[in-house]
């Protein structure tokens, strides 16, 4: 698998997973496709903002203490958390 491939695969794992938790925790909203596209489209704009976020502070993080780079590995990046 390309690395292309990967961070495809890995995007819409997160995406069906967030989706899941979303219409679960509310039970009130429908699940229809429209619903779904709806959902797809905000966390698609707000996963590219975490993606240029991420990749600004990973570009800084080889200046930070080593327990500063471990709590946002351990925390920052997990959308379980």
């Known amino acids: 698998m390309t690395d292309y491939e990967t961070k495809i695969s890995q995007y819409e794992a997160k ?3 967030a989706q899941d ?6 039970p009130q909203i429908i699940r229809t496709i429209e619903s779904e596209k709806i959902f797809e489209a905000g966390f698609r704009l707000a996963f ?3 993606s240029d976020l991420r990749s600004l502070i990973e570009s800084n993080i080889k200046d930070m203490p080593p327990e500063f780079s471990k709590a946002i ?3 920052f990046w997990d959308l379980e958390t």
């Open 15 to 17: 995406l069906i997973y």
């Open 21 to 26: 938790k979303y219409f679960t925790a509310r």
């Open 48 to 50: 590219k903002e975490f």
């Open 73 to 75: 590995d351990d925390n």
